[in-house]
């Protein structure tokens, strides 16, 4: 099993999600004082427009939405790969699993596959166990993707059966009431 425990930094732009945060420079200064892996969850409309910042300033990992790049993801994972970052891609809690299979078995797939477990954009939503048969089901297509699932979870929700079949386990760099 990989232990996946990154520097996370989820990006968000007001008009996927309501709610902005930070950005490449933020990216940048954590990278003058580390090594490791900085992960960049993008919750924005265009994310071509994030690329080359996020590249520049150090991120590892660009992590994009299925939902905001239908018509342009080969064009972005060449350019997220171009710019020495590792693609990732995320579905939202209603879009279809199904969604990402063109995206993994592309000529230039992405090399991981996000899955969330609430809705994107609010901290503090309850856990939605039903999403991870999402990953049961990536799993099973795909013995060694790598499977990220994302959530705030309260310790009393962390179970066996949450980090069943991912090899990422990540909770979006929050674990509540520790």
């Known amino acids: 099993m990989f232990i996946f ?20 420079p933020i ?6 004082h580390t090594e490791a892996y900085l992960d960049c969850h993008l919750m924005v409309t265009n994310p071509l427009d994030y690329v080359e910042p996020l590249g520049k300033a150090g991120a590892s990992g ?14 972005l994972i060449q350019n ?18 199904e969604e990402v299979y063109p995206l993994v ?39 060694s993707l790598d499977i990220e699932a994302v ?3 309260m310790c009393t929700t962390i179970d066996d059966n949450i980090c069943s079949d991912q090899n990422m386990p990540n909770f979006d760099c929050r674990l509540m009431g520790v």
Not at 62 to 75: A, L, R, V
């Open 5 to 24: 425990l990154p520097l996370c930094s989820s990006i968000l732009c007001r008009h996927f999600v309501p709610n902005l945060t930070m950005g490449a």
């Open 27 to 32: 990216i940048e200064s954590l990278r003058k």
């Open 62 to 75: 660009f992590t994009f939405h299925i939902e905001t790049s239908k018509d342009n993801w080969k064009e």
């Open 80 to 97: 997220i790969k171009s710019h020495g970052m590792r693609p990732g891609v995320s579905i939202k809690p209603g879009t279809s699993v």
């Open 105 to 143: 078995e592309a000529e230039n797939p992405v090399e991981m596959v996000l899955v969330m477990t609430v809705e994107p954009g609010f901290g503090g939503q309850k856990f939605m166990p039903e999403m991870m048969d999402k990953v049961r089901i990536l799993r099973k297509k795909y013995p």
């Open 151 to 153: 959530s705030m979870l």
